[in-house]
Nanobody, 122 residues
Framework: QVQLVESGGGLVQAGGSLRLSCAVSRRTFSTAIMGWFRQTPGKEREFVAT????????DYAESVKGRFTISRDSAKNTVYLEMNSLKPEDTAVYYC???????????????WGQGTRVTVSS
């Protein structure tokens, strides 16, 4: 069983920065692709960023492009989300997720972390 554990959330003022971490218990074919999502009460979970372990290929939601950076450290089995120029609308619970290339074709994710809360004050 794969476990994803997020950390790094907290309270920050608008314009500030935070770095989220997602530790993966083990890397397998089923965790070849990692992603970050966020969710606020009453809204659907929203895609933020994704990265592939093998080559570092990444993608971002338009709302975070230029402000957020996703990266991975293969030696530590950890994926990061560096968040800069934070805005109050970035306030959410941020979730880490993992999936295989097969699942990616279906548009679903296999594993989810428990989430870490980010609050951006104005």
């Amino acid at each position: 069983q794969v476990q994803l554990v997020e950390s790094g959330g907290g309270l920050v003022q608008a314009g500030g920065s935070l770095r989220l971490s997602c530790a993966v218990s083990r890397r397998t074919f089923s965790t070849a692709i990692m992603g970050w999502f966020r969710q606020t009460p009453g809204k659907e979970r929203e895609f933020v960023a994704t990265i592939r372990w093998a080559d570092g290929a990444y993608d971002y939601a338009e709302s975070v492009k230029g402000r957020f950076t996703i990266s991975r450290d293969s030696a530590k089995n950890t994926v990061y989300l560096e968040m800069n120029s934070l805005k109050p609308e970035d306030t959410a619970v941020y979730y880490c997720a993992a999936r295989s290339p097969v699942t990616a074709g279906r548009g679903t994710w296999d594993y989810w972390g428990q989430g870490t809360r980010v609050t951006v004050s104005s």
